[in-house]
């Protein structure tokens, strides 16, 4: 009853154009921003370290790959090589220039894969779909393969790590161990607000038209003056770039040190999962895609043992870790059942009928 | 909007997180065990985690813990993925846990740089950042008993010995098969280092992570070099696919070292043809010890261990073993040392520093000729213990050598170099500050 259209006027092409047209939702949006941001006294700091965090990096990541999947249609198995990509730069630079601010670099790391991903989504304008995957998975391969043989990119380090060395704004610790997860949450939730605001503006605008028209029918998309090469280019070399800052987070401000084989296939398939589960082309869905992959396994691994002790049954930690498996496993083929475009369309549907609540008709 | 779903998850969330800490006993001692019985190196992670839980839990059982104060057990699986490990981390940050033992490298590396600010201090035993040996630079980082460049001084010591001198390893070649990851790649400068010395040529093989059961171009490789020696540096699966594919390409088997990583499995899976297979190692096999049997009876026997009767005493079992004689020992001599009996990780960590293991010691803990002894002190936090071959003579290992010194004096100049270019490349890495305890 409180959720609906009545007695909103759009007098203006801009208010008609606006992404949320609804004051409830521009409501319910600063109220979530506000929320988040509050989190970030009110929270653990087991929540903000080992939940928060993670999921806003990978909602980062995931939408990366579904301004490249989801809106331009190109299916790309690099996510995890172009987050390391990312990483890399991010050390190679910092470590270079510590004069400079970290937030710089890591905003500045993400052009160097974002131009990596453009070379490798050259390709993109003679293949498609599994064999444009095919490619990319080169770039995977090729790519893992120089974090671990290029020692340089280590600062040849023995250990072939990377490590967040100290790093301050406005004289706190924001990077490094002495950096309290309040303040690096902070950072990558402010990071995360400004990029999605970006990629929002980016979709929602002429560029994103294009991409879609692309992913659409592209022939039709070249009849009507989109030239192919330079917007695939370009939504690779976008998508890349908030791959790229996702990495550097990743490593950075959720690790605090890694190996290269946290760039590995196996989280290219993770981001790629949470892009499918959530939504292809939605923005909304690349956050509920990191909440189902990633938040629920936690939680499960919380509730299950809470859930079983009462009736007597005490099991082992590996059990809990198979039955997240499966219970995860259980709820995608549910989730993908009942709604194929995944989860951002139930939401889409909840919305609508919540409009209408309580006289449907 | 998006952020709305969220929000009321994160909020459910946090209730859960508080919900399901438990209170702790006052007088008891938090021991998380972060284990991987699931994932892809199951194979290798299970018969560990079963040592290390089932050891602890004998102390419990037979003792009623460590001076009196119980260990509360915790294990945490971590499936060896960097990701669940961080997870596994923070989950028991909160408990204060008296030591963390992350049984990966991966996962180590991430907590290195914390321990220091969580006071937890880290046990990564002979894995690791190799320059962790350094208490001078990591005090709340241990890797005893011995680092992986001791390791390989060791094997060439050894194949020196049998040739009959090291010099005699003059024009030989040695092959180097290795995973091709910081881990497998560490013992190249030495190994290159001892090559020009020596005057012994090094062919290296390295193999992906991605094919680790799949080594057949290496051995190709192998089988056109002929190397006199085959050094293996691999882990998880890729131990047994080498002892499988050098059978098969008919390297001499009993030209074939291995660091200390491959198991019981790994050589079987090489059928017949395995038979003289060695390896380093620093532990007994087998039950015959008062503690092994202790556990066999008051936790194996009993239902409480989750390991099948006939793998008690296997190689990584007795590995997970001694993985907690480390822990137990740690806490004890903490206890001793600060007259507390419910220690926390500051004191732990003083325990570890003051750690001997001697053959007395051993005798007492009913695990006599178990190990060789081990010294830790303030500046020296691995002990570059000696580490002896064994054999794999078809269906067990044998003991087949005399603990083998490693080559100090070269294990030092890289250890030195690894530990200073650790700290120069983090800038801001902070200067030990905890205070060393009188050798005791």
């Given amino acids: ?361 | 909007m998006s952020f709305r779903k969220i929000g009321l998850g994160l909020a459910a969330a946090t209730m859960l997180a508080g919900m399901a800490l438990p209170a702790l006993a006052q007088d008891s001692v938090y021991v998380p065990l972060f284990t991987y019985r699931t994932g892809p190196f199951a194979g290798s992670g299970t018969p560990i985690a079963d040592g290390m839980h089932d050891y602890l839990r004998m102390l419990n059982e037979r003792d009623g813990g460590i001076g009196g104060v119980k260990l509360v057990l915790e294990e945490c699986e971590t499936g060896y993925d960097t990701k669940k490990g961080v997870e596994c981390y923070e989950s028991v940050k909160g408990k204060n846990p008296v030591i963390v033992n992350p049984w990966s490298t991966g996962i180590t590396l991430p907590l290195i740089p914390r321990a220091s600010v969580d006071k937890i201090p880290i046990l990564s035993m002979a894995y690791g950042l190799s320059a962790s040996a350094r208490g001078d630079i990591f005090p709340w980082v241990f890797n005893p008993p011995a680092t992986y460049w001791d390791g390989l001084s060791m094997i060439v010591k050894y194949i020196g010995e049998k040739e009959g001198g090291l010099e005699k390893l003059k024009g030989k070649k040695i092959g180097f098969l290795h995973l091709d990851a910081a881990f497998g790649k560490e013992p190249i400068p030495l190994l290159q280092e001892l090559a020009k010395d020596i005057g012994f040529e090094v062919a290296l093989y390295p193999v992906a992570a991605q094919d680790m059961q799949n080594q057949s171009s290496q051995w190709l490789s192998a089988r056109r070099d002929r190397p006199d020696y085959m050094i293996m540096w691999g882990w998880g699966s890729m131990n047994g696919a080498a002892v499988k594919e050098a059978v098969r390409s008919g390297y001499p088997i009993d030209k074939f070292y291995s660091v200390w990583w491959p198991g019981e499995d790994d050589a079987r899976s090489g059928g017949a043809g395995a038979k003289g297979f060695k390896m380093l190692n620093w532990h007994a096999v087998g039950t015959n010890f008062p503690a092994i049997q202790d556990i066999q009876k008051h936790v194996v026997d009993k239902g409480l261990s989750k390991a099948p009767k006939d793998k008690v005493g296997e190689l990584l079992y007795n590995r997970g073993v001694y993985n907690s004689l480390l822990i137990a020992e740690g806490i004890a001599t903490a206890q001793k040392l600060t007259g507390k009996k419910a220690v926390t990780g500051e004191d732990v960590r003083r325990g570890m520093e003051n750690i001997k293991l001697d053959p007395a010691r051993l005798k007492e803990l009913g695990l006599e000729g178990f190990t060789d002894q081990l010294v830790l002190s303030c500046a020296d936090h691995n002990g570059h213990r000696a580490a002896f071959m064994q054999e794999w003579d078809g269906t067990k290992w044998v003991k087949i050598s005399n603990p083998i010194e490693p080559m100090t004096d070269r294990v030092k100049g890289q250890l030195e170099a690894a530990a200073k270019d650790y700290a120069e490349k983090n800038a801001g890495w902070p200067k030990r500050t905890e205070a060393c305890d009188k050798a005791s």
């Fill in chain 1, 1 to 361: 009853m409180l959720y609906r259209e009545a007695g909103q006027f759009k007098t203006n092409y801009v208010a008609d154009s606006a992404i949320f047209p609804l004051r409830q939702d521009r409501i319910g949006l600063g109220l979530i921003i506000i929320a988040a941001y509050a989190l970030a006294f009110m929270g653990s700091d087991f929540l903000l370290q080992a939940v928060l965090i993670p999921f806003l990096v990978f909602s980062l990541a995931s939408i990366g790959l579904n301004i490249l999947t989801g809106y331009t249609g190109l299916l790309s198995l690099g996510t995890g090589a172009f987050m390391g990509v990312g990483a890399y730069a991010c050390y190679k630079l910092m470590t270079a220039f510590p004069e400079v601010n970290v937030i710089v670099w890591i905003f500045v790391s993400g052009f160097f894969s974002a131009a990596i991903g453009a070379l490798f989504g050259l390709p993109s304008l003679r293949i498609k779909g599994f064999y444009l995957a095919v490619a990319t998975l080169a770039a995977q391969f090729f790519l893992q393969w120089c974090f671990i043989r290029i020692p340089w990119l280590v600062n040849y380090n023995v250990s072939g790590a990377l490590d967040a060395p100290l790093r301050t704004l406005f004289g706190t610790p924001i990077m490094g161990p002495n950096a309290t997860p309040q303040t690096r949450y902070l950072v990558v939730l402010t990071i995360v607000i400004l990029l999605t605001w970006l990629a929002s503006n980016l979709v929602h605008g002429r560029i994103g038209r294009m991409w879609i028209a692309i992913r659409d029918m592209d022939l039709a998309a070249e009849l009507m003056g989109i030239r192919p090469l330079q917007t695939k280019l370009l939504a690779f070399a976008v998508s890349s770039y908030y791959c790229g800052v996702a990495g550097a987070l990743l490593v950075f401000l959720w690790y605090g040190g890694a190996e290269y084989d946290v760039f590995n296939i196996n989280q290219s398939f993770f981001i790629l999962f949470m892009v499918i589960i959530g939504g292809l082309g939605s923005l909304i869905g690349s956050f509920f895609g990191a909440a189902l992959i990633f938040i629920l396994p936690i939680v499960l691994g919380i509730v299950l043992p809470a859930m079983l002790s009462p009736f007597g049954i005490s099991v082992g930690a590996d059990v809990i870790e198979h039955l997240r498996f499966m219970i995860v496993g259980a709820l995608i083929i549910f989730f993908l059942i009942v709604e194929p475009h995944g989860l951002a369309r139930l939401w889409q549907i909840g919305k609508q009928k919540l409009l209408v609540w309580p006289f449907p008709y």
